[in-house]
């Protein structure tokens, strides 16, 4: 099993550009997530999507988009990248919102926004 | 604000050695306490959790104490590897209807010198 799967690995963009960061599980979890990570910052959540069909804001949600494709699918969006979105970027899933329930990461998307 | 301080941002220990890392919350409604190892270049990965009705979690040589009157967790390694060589990151939740955020420490950065 592939398990959470992250493209692209990197991506390098001048500012204005937009792009979307695709990320697919194999686990049939009902949960899906985006994150991202900066030195000395910790693992903050952008977007959100508790089951098929919803999204919602997490901590750090200006200046992203999601689309919750299906169950397997959910997909980041940068309108309008700007240079404080240089990051790695995370996508994570689990079973669903349960007391105790495991967070399953990606591997990472490296965005350098110039 | 912050409300999972965790400290400190980088630790170096001797292989065998004891490494320890700490953090404190502010919020007394979290209530599953998860610790994640991250290997440069890939997802983090859950390594052991605690829930507050118990002061110890043991899983083989990684051990989580809890302190609810004080509000702070700790991880503890012991017999130290260098293959523990990883960034942790301490985390903590508020279980219940719609809450989905895992509130992240900044991390720490270990390194287990031979």
């Known amino acids: 099993n592939a398990g959470v799967t992250q493209t692209p690995k990197f991506q390098v963009l001048k500012t204005g550009q937009s792009m979307t960061l695709q990320c697919a599980q194999d686990m049939n979890h009902n949960s899906m997530y985006w994150y991202r990570q900066d030195p000395g910052m910790g693992l903050r959540l952008i977007y959100y999507s508790a089951s098929e069909g919803t999204t919602d804001k997490g901590e750090v949600p200006n200046g992203y988009n999601v689309s919750r494709l299906n169950k397997r699918e959910f997909s980041l969006r940068l309108e309008s990248a700007a240079p404080s979105q240089t990051s790695v970027y995370f996508c994570?899933?689990?079973?669903?919102?349960?007391?105790?329930?495991?967070?399953?990461f990606g591997s990472g998307t490296q965005l350098s926004v110039l | 604000q912050q409300q999972v301080k965790q400290s400190p941002q980088s630790l170096i220990v001797q292989k065998g050695g004891i490494s320890i890392i700490n953090c404190a919350y502010e919020n007394t409604a979290f209530d599953y306490f998860p610790w994640y190892q991250q290997f440069p270049g890939k997802g983090p990965a859950l390594l052991i959790a605690?829930?507050?009705?118990?002061s110890e979690k043991k899983e083989g040589r990684f051990t989580i104490s809890f302190n609810k009157s004080a509000k702070q967790f700790s991880l503890h390694i012991m017999d130290s590897q260098p293959g523990d060589s990883a960034t942790y990151f301490c985390a903590a939740r508020i279980t219940g209807a719609g809450s989905y955020q895992l509130t992240f420490g900044k991390g720490t950065k270990l390194s287990v010198i031979p």
């Open positions: 994570a899933s689990s079973e669903g919102h349960r007391r105790g329930e495991k967070l399953f």
């Open positions: 605690i829930r507050p009705d118990v």
